[in-house]
């Protein structure tokens, strides 16, 4: 059996091969591709025999392992944070870290990532591109008051049909003018956009099997919860039925607080912010709205605002609450249940 470390990049690609010998481990080869010699590539490992295979999880891995995983034994996706001795090596090059993952991977000691379905692929590219056009239309709406608020002319319902109208009789410089019509432009063709997607997201909903379909109606149940933010977590968290504990999909989303302790002395940190920043954003969405619209929701964030003494760190703590409320919900296929007052 022959142990393969592949050091993945986007234009080239870095193969160490190791085997064992008399009980030791041994460099048998080491070769180095371009990423668009698809065909040398496909031709080496065919000429391997009997492989297992590593890379890590970066962010083109994916057409790499399609590539291989028919003619390897066994393919690990590699976790690039968890592995940290190629990280913190003074010696790193890309030949280093092929050997890295090829030794690692001979002695089964490789934290392996989990490996999005292609569905959950597919989902997330449409939830994320949602949320691009989103932050777009944001930074468009901003420059559009922005620049009418140098004429002291800003106003409420800037956006609607009265905005607009009153947009025209504002007297502005020709160059802003020029500007403010490029603006409107692009908002309107990211509103179509937005159209397009959340049209595209509906109908994908409804290829979804039948996990997904029940995920879906257990989180509608959720207060103050659409499909925009049922996409998001269903998408970011892919399959939830992987995570063991609450606290492991806590630690997922990056909603965890850090914690250090040295010599008797504790303190606890900021969340980790790791994971999906979508997640995180649609989460702490929820929990505005449900802080300014339940009392169970909006006495947990007094409370740990007086805790805290931040209104950010409480908020970040409804928010926390409120994905171990999901999670639990899509663990045990169960409806919100309001509490009784």
């Known amino acids: 059996m022959k142990f393969v470390g592949v050091d993945l990049h986007k234009k080239t690609i870095s193969v160490c091969v190791m085997v064992t010998a008399e009980g030791k481990r041994k460099v048998a080869c080491r070769k180095r591709f371009y990423c668009v010699d698809v065909d040398a590539i496909g031709e080496f490992f065919t000429q391997l025999g009997d492989f297992q295979v590593a890379v890590e999880a970066t962010s083109s891995y994916e057409w790499f392992l399609l590539l291989v995983e028919r003619l390897a034994d066994r393919c690990v996706l590699v976790h690039p944070k968890k592995l940290r001795v190629i990280a913190e090596s003074k010696n790193k090059s890309d030949k280093v870290d092929a050997q890295v993952l090829a030794e690692f991977l001979l002695l089964d000691m490789l934290p392996e990532a989990w490996r999005p379905t292609p569905r959950v692929r597919e989902h997330r590219v449409l939830v994320r591109h949602r949320r691009w056009i989103d932050r777009r239309i944001t930074g468009v709406k901003c420059k559009l008051r922005h620049k009418v608020a140098n004429y002291n002319a800003d106003i409420e319902g800037l956006f609607t049909e009265k905005g607009e109208a009153h947009l025209k009789q504002v007297q502005v410089s020709g160059a802003d003018r020029f500007e403010i019509g490029h603006l409107q432009g692009e908002l309107q063709l990211y509103q179509t956009q937005l159209q397009a997607a959340d049209k595209q997201l509906r109908q994908f909903a409804k290829t979804a099997p039948v996990a997904e379909r029940e995920a ?63 997640l995180r954003w649609a989460l702490i969405q929820t929990a505005w709205r449900l802080v300014n619209n339940l009392a169970k929701w909006k006495h947990m964030f007094e409370t740990l605002q007086r ?21 639990a919900m899509l663990r045990d296929g169960k409806s919100y249940e309001y509490a009784i007052v």
């Open 216 to 278: 879906r109606a257990v989180l509608k149940t959720f207060p103050f919860v659409g499909p925009v933010t049922i996409d998001a977590v269903l998408s970011e968290l892919g399959d939830w039925r992987r995570f063991r504990s609450i606290k492991r999909v806590v630690s997922y989303a990056g909603l965890n607080p850090g914690f250090r302790e040295s010599a008797g002395k504790a303190k606890q940190l900021s969340i980790s912010k790791e994971g999906s920043r979508i």
């Open 307 to 327: 805790n805290t003494g931040s209104k950010k760190k409480a908020i970040v703590g409804v928010a926390r609450r409120v994905l171990c409320a999901m999670f």
